[in-house]
């Protein structure tokens, strides 16, 4: 059975690296007492996928990981969240159709909110850098909301090097970058999510 969890990755958390993530949500998933169906082969490990990645840095408020497991709880994001590392939350959890795609072919849309904490005006380089990936562009408050088609060729890392580039700011330190939600778009909401 698929189970998609949803999850958090706030505070310190955010500077876990992506690679690191497979062997944190494994590793808590046993801790908690689930079962997880394995790979096959000479070095079988846990059958876990996740949406493109994210740098080291970056918070997310809603992503998905697909977890195979071979039996189903009503508590597993409870049972998660007691082994989960501080910063990880998982919010909910989603039981996909054995037919339905997989995150990586769901995951058309990136919604992210960025801003400078320099207060730098970068509407325009967001423009000239995604281009026509940018599906949305709005300023809300000091935030400025993107939303980004096909994630997994468009990293929001690639756009904080083109602003080091342009001399617009020094690194990542003069950057606040958020992905709030990664999936699909939903028209009637405007947003992006998973279903």
């Not at 949406?51 to 990981?65: D, I, R, S, T």
């Not at 730098?120 to 993107?146: C, P, T, Y």
């Amino acid at each position: 059975m698929r189970a998609r969890l949803i999850y958090s990755k706030r505070g310190g958390a955010c500077f876990v690296p992506h690679i690191a993530l497979a062997q944190i949500f494994s590793r808590s998933a046993m801790r908690s007492g689930l079962k997880l169906i394995m790979t096959q082969g000479f070095s079988p490990r846990a059958k876990i996928s996740f949406a493109p990645e994210l740098p080291a840095g970056v918070v997310a408020f809603n992503e998905p990981v697909d977890m195979y497991v071979d039996d189903v709880h009503d508590d597993i994001a409870l049972l998660m969240n007691e082994s989960l590392p501080e910063g990880f939350h998982v919010s909910r959890v989603l039981f996909p159709e054995d037919d339905s795609p997989s995150l990586g072919k769901m995951c058309k849309y990136a919604e992210y909110l960025i801003r400078s904490t320099e207060g730098h005006d970068i509407n325009e380089h967001s423009r000239k850098f995604f281009g026509a990936s940018l599906f949305r562009l709005a300023k809300v408050d000091e935030w400025l909301r993107i939303i980004l088609t096909e994630p997994a060729q468009n990293p929001i890392g690639g756009f904080i090097k083109y602003l080091k580039n342009e001399n617009v700011i020094e690194g990542w330190h003069q950057m606040n970058i958020v992905r709030v939600s990664i999936g699909g778009y939903d028209s009637e909401g405007d947003c992006v999510c998973l279903k």
